[in-house]
């Protein structure tokens, strides 16, 4: 009769999710800090998941499926999805407009927005990333844009 063996890799398992389970029991027990007491340092985003470095740049972006919500956190569209409807959700423009014959938009940027630096996003600035798109169609984007203009 054969004995049932138990496998390394059943150890593995065993031990990755002893490991979890402590790591949430952790996490989940709060810690309070005093009241009105004021942030202090510098927040580091850690982020597990794995993507390529050239998704991180919005210019060299190929395509292919992202963790949405990591880029949300790092840079902002003009616009975005957000539920069912497409392009529906006000973003760095607070409005945008498309021409009835759909050939041209009229965006207007939020007021106030600023990049990590405390610069403020310009006009200027999104006509750059328009006009320096280099990631996924950016050839059939190219085409089908005549020009970008400031208004």
């Not at 580091?44 to 210019?59: E, I, K, N, T």
């Not at 060299?60 to 949405?68: I, L, M, S, V």
């Not at 021409?99 to 006509?127: I, Y």
Request: no cysteine; aromatic share 10%; net charge positive.
């Amino acid at each position: 009769m054969r004995r049932p063996r138990f496998a390394a890799r059943s150890t593995f398992h065993l031990l990755a999710v002893a490991l979890i389970v402590i790591v949430a029991a952790a996490t989940a027990i709060p810690f309070s800090s005093p009241a009105g007491a004021a942030a202090k340092g510098k927040l580091v985003l850690a982020w597990h998941a794995g993507f390529a470095s050239r998704w991180l740049d919005p210019q060299e972006h190929d395509g292919t499926a992202t963790p949405d919500n990591f880029f949300t956190a790092l840079h902002d569209a003009l616009i975005k999805n957000q539920g069912t409807a497409l392009y529906d959700h006000p973003a760095l423009a607070e409005r945008f407009a498309v021409a009835a014959d759909a050939k041209s938009a009229t965006f207007t940027l939020r007021k106030g927005v600023k990049f990590h630096n405390g610069e403020p996003v310009t006009p200027q600035d999104v006509k750059w990333s328009y006009e320096n798109y280099r990631g996924a169609k950016a050839d059939v984007f190219k085409k089908k844009t005549e020009r970008v203009e400031i208004v």
